[in-house]
């Protein structure tokens, strides 16, 4: 059985984050959730793949490997190394996965809060066409947080850790009585965490990470197009107080090439010929990104012809395919005339006069006609 896009089952884009994964996936829960649909075998398997979703792309490791390998990271022997009878496939309790959601009305969970995980980074390299058609390694330089190399992102001094709060005792939550109600909420004196630090580490100020700029030195894979993003997991800013990084997304962004113009896997480009060449036909010298070769033109070309040169184009990263080279020829008029050269074209022209001179200029004979056509057609 073809297993479902994980991102497709929550309905959100490759690129969201934490946050957003949540929110769906607790939109989903909620609407499919056994207890809400007693008896139906098709909600039941719905919120069985849902939470096997939001279990593989809240997990920083296990989403990279789903990133890159898809579903056969999990399976038996798979690239992740991961099997996914690790997930659980019984009905979850429905206020575990909800009490985060009422609790601070109904008093339903006890979840102290995750410390914030690091914001993703986005970063644009421009490359020229060679670089992105052949592939490359640059050295980028971002500013971000990393984490803090004196208390190692625990955001105490050296050798110590963070008391469970008092005032919670590590939960996180505090309830109090109001009439009949009992309420929960995020206790103010850890904020949330379950934990205070006592002696902050002072080189980032209990933070867990400090600010500063890195190199990276990122690959680029041939055949890459603008808009192509490349994700490095865990690059990202280092999260507060230990907690897992962001990840970096490099997007490519291609430079306008003075030969070239790329459309998808297809390069296109026009080629001037002189009239003579035109008229009688030829060969011509055109560029390719493998080196010259040589383009019969064969007599009597108009300009504007398209001559396809197939495999001479870019290599796709995706499916390997090779585009083409399109070439499209431009018939130059000649320029900076001498008394002689004007002669031998006034002698031409002369020659075109008259019936024969149909034979000669089709195209002009059949515009000229219509547009005769068109002034009688006004006239009547």
Do not use: W
Not at 164 to 176: I, L, M, R, Y
Not at 208 to 229: M, N, Q
Not at 264 to 287: D, K, Q, R, S, T
Request: aromatic share 8%; charged share 25%; with cysteine.
């Amino acid at each position: 059985m073809v297993k479902r896009d994980y991102y497709e089952i929550l309905g959100v884009p490759k690129s969201a984050d934490e946050r957003e994964i949540k929110k769906a996936y607790k939109r989903l829960a909620m609407k499919f959730h056994p207890d809400r649909n007693l008896g139906d075998k098709g909600a039941e398997g719905r919120f069985k793949e849902i939470k096997e979703a939001y279990e593989i792309l809240t997990n920083v490791q296990k989403r990279a490997s789903y990133d890159q390998y898809g579903h056969a990271a999990f399976e038996q022997g798979g690239m992740g190394g991961g099997s996914q009878a690790g997930f659980s496939s019984g009905s979850a309790d429905f206020s575990d996965i909800f009490g985060d959601v009422f609790g601070d009305i109904f008093g339903g969970g006890r979840r102290q809060q995750r410390a914030t995980r690091g914001a993703d980074l986005r970063y644009t390299m421009e490359l020229s066409l060679e670089e992105a058609v052949r592939g490359t390694a640059k050295e980028i330089r971002i500013p971000t947080f990393e984490k803090c190399s004196v208390c190692h992102g625990n955001g105490t001094k050296t050798g110590n850790k963070p008391q469970v709060c008092a005032a919670c005792h590590g939960s996180g939550q505090v309830q109090t009585r109001q009439g009949f109600f009992t309420v929960q909420q995020a206790c103010q004196y850890c904020h949330g965490r379950g934990s205070k630090i006592q002696d902050p580490c002072r080189s980032c100020n209990a933070k867990g990470r400090i600010a500063k700029s890195k190199t990276l030195s990122v690959k680029i894979p041939a055949g890459v197009d603008t808009g192509d993003r490349i994700r490095l997991t865990g690059e990202g800013e280092a999260g507060e107080q230990g907690a897992s990084a962001g990840d970096l997304y490099v997007e490519v962004q291609m430079r306008k090439h003075h030969i070239f113009e790329r459309e998808e896997n297809n390069l296109y480009c026009e080629v001037p010929i002189n009239f003579i060449m035109a008229a009688l036909g030829g060969e011509i010298e055109v560029p390719t990104l493998d080196g010259r070769v040589t383009l019969k033109i064969p007599p009597e070309t108009q300009t504007g012809r398209l001559f396809r040169m197939r495999g001479r184009g870019v290599t796709s990263v995706r499916s390997h395919a090779s585009g083409d080279l399109l070439c499209r020829v431009v018939v130059e008029t000649p320029v900076n005339l001498n008394e002689h050269q004007k002669t031998i074209l006034r002698n031409l022209n002369d020659s075109f006069s008259g019936a024969s001179g149909e034979k000669n200029s089709p195209r002009s004979k059949t515009f000229f006609d219509g547009v005769r056509k068109f002034f009688d057609d006004l006239t009547h």
